[in-house]
């Protein structure tokens, strides 16, 4: 149970990372460069299949009735964390959902 919600909390910091990178200004200050257009609309699309996936993952967790609850939840709190890392550590921000994954992965094999 506790690594499916850290899965959906993944998929939804995921997911807010992909629609803030979608953005030039937020792109610019990770990447220092211009992002490409194709870039823009793969980043906004990725968040928003990561977003969608969290509330598959919260919907069969908990039910579709308490999973919508608790899927907007978990995307507040992954707003709210990526808030707080965005301006002041920027790759955190990125390193954050990067290494997170092999996290889940290594709870999963135990």
Not at 31 to 53: E, K, M, N, T
Not at 74 to 92: D, E, H, M, Q
Not at 97 to 106: R, S
Request: glycine letters at 12%.
């Amino acid at each position: 149970m506790i690594s499916a919600v850290l899965a959906a909390f993944l998929l939804a910091y995921s997911g807010m990372l992909g629609l803030c990178l979608g953005l030039e200004r937020h792109f610019k200050q990770l990447w220092q460069r211009q992002p490409s257009f194709l870039l823009i609309r793969v980043l906004r699309a990725a968040g928003w299949l990561g977003l969608v996936a969290s509330l598959v993952v919260c919907g069969q967790v908990w039910g579709w009735a308490m999973g919508a609850v608790a899927c907007l939840g978990l995307i507040s709190l992954a707003g709210l964390a990526l808030v707080f890392l965005l301006p002041y550590t920027a790759r955190l921000s990125l390193l954050v959902a990067a290494l997170g994954w092999p996290v889940l992965g290594i709870l999963g094999l135990l």
